[in-house]
Structure formats: structure tokens, C-alpha cells
């Protein structure tokens, strides 16, 4: 069973900066896809950003789109959400997330990842 932590959250001021982490127990061969999705109360998750972990796709949100960058640290399996110029409306629980492989899906959708983090809380307020 793959295993992901992800951390990094916290409360911060509008334009202010966080780093996330997701750690993952995965060999390379486990996983294609891995992403970030947020969630606030009363809502569904909503997709964030993503990667294929060879590198060879990357996507975001129209809504964090030259402010959040999506990365990865190949040797130690760790995947970065860097989130700048924050704004209130971000304000969520942030999930790592992990898809192992396969030929079909959107990697859009919460249906298309199969192993998730607990969530770290991320607060922008003034």
C-alpha cells in the first residue's frame, strides 16, 4: 500500500508564500500521476495541480495558474506544491494525491487517484 504525507500548511496574510510537501512510500513503477486538490467545508474537492512523475505533463488550475508550481524531488520521492501570492480564497485543506498507472481517466477528477494524504490545513487571512 503506497503511503502519503503531506505538510506544510499553516496561517498566513494574503500575499504571503507556502511550501507544501507530499512524501510518498512509492517505487517510481507505482506511480504515474501526482497532484494537489483542496477542499473547503460543504464542498467537493477541487483539483489544484498535477504531474506526471516523468515529467512529462503538468497541469493547473485556471485559478492558481502563475502563482502555485508544481515540482518534485525525483531521489527522495517527495512532491512540492510552492504557493505564492496567496489569497484569502485559497483557503482550504490541501490533499496530496497519487495515481497508479493506468490507461483511462482524467487526472482532473478526485476518481482518477487512488492514494491520498490526510490533508494539511492552509489559511490566508488577514
Known amino acids: 500500500q503506497v503511503q502519503l504525507v503531506d505538510s506544510g500548511g499553516g496561517l498566513v496574510q494574503p500575499g504571503a508564500s507556502l511550501r507544501l510537501s507530499c512524501a510518498t512510500s512509492?517505487?517510481?513503477?507505482?506511480?504515474?500521476?501526482m497532484g494537489w486538490f483542496r477542499q473547503t467545508p460543504g464542498n467537493e474537492r477541487e483539483f489544484v495541480a498535477t504531474?506526471?512523475?516523468?515529467?512529462?505533463?503538468?497541469a493547473y488550475a485556471s485559478s492558481v495558474k502563475g502563482r502555485f508550481t508544481i515540482s518534485r524531488e525525483i531521489t527522495q520521492n517527495i512532491m512540492y506544491l510552492q504557493m505564492n501570492s496567496l489569497k484569502p480564497e485559497d483557503t482550504a485543506v490541501y490533499f496530496c494525491?497519487?495515481?497508479?498507472?493506468?490507461?483511462?481517466?482524467?487526472?482532473?477528477?478526485?476518481?482518477?487517484?487512488?492514494?491520498w494524504g490526510q490533508g494539511t490545513q492552509v489559511t490566508i487571512s488577514s
Open positions: 494525491a497519487a495515481q497508479r498507472p493506468r490507461s483511462s481517466g482524467s487526472y482532473y477528477s478526485e476518481s482518477f487517484y487512488d492514494y
Open positions: 512509492a517505487r517510481t513503477f507505482m506511480i504515474c500521476f
Open positions: 504531474f506526471n512523475w516523468g515529467g512529462s505533463t503538468t
